[in-house]
């Protein structure tokens, strides 16, 4: 059974830093993109970044980039998210997502998803 | 920047009637759109992709259209789980840029 599982959210003062993981099992997670997608609360959802399977290719929302930074462990089936220079806007769930395709191709399509890791941005 | 905006924004229909949803797309996407069903509390889950394909283990009532700026998603006869937000996706071939449209809510009349 293919599961994602986010860690590290939390409350956290604008300027301020925070890394998320995300843990994966269940798949060959060195054969998929991975991504983060965030939903503000009561709001819709918003591509955050993607990683594809080497780390060789890395994008980013122009709303975080230059401050959000995505990264992998596939020794570990890992996920990072790391953040800095926090804004209040960037409050909201952020979910790992794995990309439907396998392989050195990416489908840029979002098939499974974790539950989810809260960051809260406020003084 | 390619912009999707769907529409209505909340639909209000009985169980059992049908379902049509609307995503629109500022530049053309050939095929290259999805559609994701989120329900309160819950992630999104992938029901179409690349405009007409359903992802696995979805039921055919789901149907998806479209190319090009103008994609439908078709729910042919709502049932009670089927009430809940949805999105679209789209995704430019290179560089990827994704980006969701603003949701449509398909809530019960």
């Known amino acids: 059974e293919v599961q994602l599982v986010e860690s590290g959210g939390g409350l956290v003062k604008p300027g301020g830093s925070l890394r998320l993981s995300c843990a994966a099992s269940g798949f060959t997670f060195s054969g998929h993109t991975m991504n983060w997608v965030r939903q503000a609360p009561g709001k819709g959802l918003e591509w955050v970044a993607s990683i594809t399977v080497s780390s060789s290719y890395i994008f980013y929302a122009d709303s975080v980039k230059g401050r959000f930074t995505i990264s992998r462990d596939n020794a570990n089936n890992l996920l990072f998210l790391q953040m800095s220079s926090l804004r209040a806007e960037d409050t909201a769930r952020y979910y790992c997502?794995?990309?439907?395709?396998?392989?050195?191709?990416?489908?840029?399509?979002?098939?499974?998803w974790g539950q989810g890791a809260l960051v809260t941005v406020s003084s | 920047e390619v912009v999707l905006t769907q529409s209505p924004a909340t639909l209000s229909l009985s169980p059992g009637e049908r379902a049509t949803l609307s995503c629109r797309a500022s530049?053309?996407?050939?095929?290259?759109l999805a559609w994701y069903q989120q329900k309160p509390g819950q992630a999104p889950r992938l029901l179409i992709y690349?405009?007409?394909i359903r992802a696995t283990g979805i039921p055919d009532r789901f149907s998806g259209s479209g190319s090009g700026t103008d994609f439908t998603l078709t729910i042919s006869g709502l049932e009670p789980e089927d009430f809940a937000v949805y999105y679209c996706q789209q995704r430019r071939n290179w560089p990827p840029r994704l980006a969701f449209g603003g949701g449509t809510k398909v809530e019960i009349k």
């Open positions: 997502a794995r990309d439907i395709s396998s392989g050195f191709t990416s489908a840029w399509y979002f098939d499974f």
């Open positions: 690349d405009a007409s």
């Open positions: 530049q053309s996407l050939s095929i290259y």
